[in-house]
Structure formats: structure tokens, C-alpha cells
């Protein structure tokens, strides 16, 4: 990948929050590790899917990406800047090329300001995107985009459907023409009919504007359906990442074979062949991970060098692509259908 064609490069991403005792006098007695070693790059035009269970520090992530939290450690360079350093107009600036995409339709968005209002708000921001003249126009054009109807600019959010609502959000993203969007689980308040049409809504949107998209999940076929390469996440680190079919026709880590085990398969025939891999427990509190491989306490493969060592993301023999396993071997998967 040439760097040029980068537009987001994480390295070694680390976010802890302090774990505090007493009232009066608050002592750190720990830290929540909800990010901890995260490196990937995001192309032009991309799309990565982050996966994983609640928890597990994603929006943590989202939101250190974002500068809307200062990472403990580790860089996000943004077109060759790292947004954790900036400061002032520059981080100003440097925001308005990456935008996000709330999970809840129905409490993001402010109940007492109209549609044109919210999509229009960037603006107040950002004067220089739009003279206070043709933010009316901006505004219906973006209502436009997402498939709304622009006479509806005046209206309030308590007026449109779960869907339409996600599509203010996506209008919202959209104001200030940023190159990438972070969409943290954008369809999982929505109802499986609708969910279909706002990723679609999406893909569109992600080929004419050739926006990257982060695009946050638990449900590993929602997130499959619109990434070139997935992500999975267990406890503040990726245990797997590659290609979308790589992680889907052939997991290596025990964890992503687990996670897609639990996927129904609506064919009998498949359901066969398939053998359902039950977790055992909770994952272990982020205040405290397990030594070595994180995912030990879970795994049904673990070896002594599993406590002692810790597991690296790289690419395992015979895989093809990274894992954080000391004995990765890829499993292939029946999918529905
Ligand atoms: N501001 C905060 N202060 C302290 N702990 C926090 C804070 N924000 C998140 N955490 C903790 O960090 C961990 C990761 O949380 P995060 O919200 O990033 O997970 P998630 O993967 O997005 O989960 P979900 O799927 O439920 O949205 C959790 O243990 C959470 O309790
Ligand atoms: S390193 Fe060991 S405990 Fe971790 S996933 Fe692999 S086999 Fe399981
Ligand atoms: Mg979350």
C-alpha cells in the first residue's frame, strides 16, 4: 500500500481510563484498559469492519480516532498529521475530514432543532464550507443525497422514522465533505428491513463521494456485507484482521471461529456440517486482562505458552493473513445459503 493512497494510519493505540477509589479523597487504584496495542491503516475509499463483543472497546476506539478522547499512548495520522497531537485551529481543521455516524437514531439527534439545523450545524462551525447565504441550498442538497425529500427541512426529528433519522445523521456526516466516516453500529437500532437500506444508502454514498468508512458491528454478517477487511476485537486488541472473505471463509483465531459459529445457518444441510462453538463465560474485565493471550480464559485450544507469552498480530503460516494466535490454523465455515 503506497502512502499516498493511506488515509488513516493507527499505531500501537493505547486508551486507558483510570480506576478510582473514594469519594472525597479519589485514589487511581488501576486503569480500564478499553484500547490497548491497536495499529491498522485505512485506504481511500475502504472500508474496515470492526467487530466484537460489547465491551470490548469500540467505541472507545471510535471515539480516540475522532480526537474526541486523548489516546494514553500511540498515534492517529490522518493524511501524514497525527490528530492526537493537534491542537487549536488544527484539530479544527483536521475534523473536519473525519465525521461520525451515531448507533441511536432516535437520542442522537437533538429533538428541539429542526432537521436543517442539525444537518446545517457543521456549518456554524465551519464558516469557510458554507457563507451563511447558501447553507439553506447545502442543506437541501444533503437531504437530497440521503434520499430525503428537502421540502422536509423544516421539520423536526420526531417527524421522520427510524431509518430517516439515521439518514440525518448520514446528511450530518456528510456536511463537511470529509474523506473518512466512522460509523459506530449506525443500523443496530434500526429494524432488520431497514437496516438493509441504510447500508445501501451507505455503499452508494461511499462510491460517489469515495469516503473510507470505519464501520463498527456486533453482528459479523451486517458487517460483511458492506468491508473490504475486518477487524475482530477482544479486549481492547485485534485478535484477527484481514480480508472480508479471509475472516469469513477462513477464521484462524479461535475467537473469530467462535463469533461465527454463533451465525444461524438457515440450510439443514449446512447446519450439519457445521459444529457450534459455545464460549464459555464473560470475557474477563478490562481492568484486568488474563497474562499472555487474552483469550485464554475462553479457549478451548489454550497450551501453557498461551499464559506466558502474548500472542502478536501477524500474518501465521498458512493463513494468509494476521492473527493473534500461537497455534492459528484456519477453519473453513459453512455460511447460510
Ligand atoms: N469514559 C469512560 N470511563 C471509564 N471507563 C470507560 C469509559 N468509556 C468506556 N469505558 C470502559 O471501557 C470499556 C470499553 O467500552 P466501549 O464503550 O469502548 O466498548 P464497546 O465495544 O463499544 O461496547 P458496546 O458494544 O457495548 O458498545 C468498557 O469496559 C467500558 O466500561
Ligand atoms: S494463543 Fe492460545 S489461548 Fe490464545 S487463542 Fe491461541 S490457542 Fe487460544
Ligand atoms: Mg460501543
Redesign the pocket.
Known sequence: MSSSERVLEVRDLVKH?PLTQGIVFKRQIGA?K??DGVSFDLRKGETLGIV??????????AKVLMAL?RPTSGSVTINGKDIAKARGSELKRMRRNIQMVM?DPYTSLNPRMTVGDIIGEPFEIHTEVAPKGDRRKKVQELLEVVGLNPDHINRYPHQFSGGQRQRIGIARGLALQPEIIVC??PVSALDVSIQAQVINLLERLQNEFDLAYIF?A?DLSVVRHISDRVGV?YL?KFVELGKDNDIYDKPAHPYTQALLSAVPVPDPEGREQRERIILQGDPP??ANPPTGCRFRTRCWKAQEICAEQEPLLQIRPGTGHESACHFAETHDVVHAG
Do not use: N, R, W, Y
Open positions: 481510563f480500564i478499553a484500547v466484537g463483543e460489547s465491551g470490548c472497546g469500540k467505541s472507545t476506539l478522547e448507533q459506530d453500529e463498527i456486533h476485537m481492547g474485565s478490562p
